[in-house]
């Protein structure tokens, strides 16, 4: 029972943390500190990835490479990853066309985030195993 609340914890830090570092990186940059960054989709590192990557660490942990769990918690992770590798990447693709047609709507709040890229999702995946494995250890 104490291993599920550590991974609930574990899950909850490697969901925030990222948001977190987003907040600070798009304040750095805009020089300008909104709450509202934590909400934005994109940039580094992947929340996303961070978070199935903290589910599969702590399945792995807590379950092991043979369990049913482990398995299938590592199948939909991998598809979660693909997405935020693929569909995201095409998302910040097509912001950049969109960008060259109507320079004054990529202006907008909505269009101002990118896709991911491979750095942002694999940061994201290290740094979800690294929260889940201290959490899991602590």
Same mark, same amino acid.
């Given at each position: 029972m104490i291993d599920f609340y550590k991974i609930i914890i574990g899950l909850a830090?490697?969901?925030?943390? #990222?948001? $977190?570092i987003k907040v600070i990186t798009e304040s750095v940059k805009s020089k300008q500190f909104r709450l509202s960054y934590f909400f934005l989709d994109?940039?580094? #590192?992947?929340?996303?990835?961070?978070?199935?990557?903290?589910?599969?660490?702590?399945? $792995?942990?807590?379950?092991?490479?043979?369990s049913m769990f482990t398995l299938i918690t590592l199948a939909l992770s991998s598809i979660v990853i693909r997405d935020a590798c693929g569909i995201r990447l095409e998302v910040g693709k097509q912001k950049k066309i969109l960008e060259k047609l109507d320079p004054e709507d990529a202006k907008k709040a909505h269009l101002k985030r990118e896709g991911h890229t491979m750095l942002q999702i694999f940061s994201g995946i290290l740094s979800g195993a690294i929260i889940m494995y201290l959490t899991l250890i602590l």
């Open positions: 830090l490697a969901a925030l943390l #990222p948001q $977190i994109g940039g580094w #590192p992947s929340s996303h990835s961070s978070f199935v990557a903290a589910l599969s660490v702590g399945m $792995i942990i807590t379950q092991g490479l043979t």
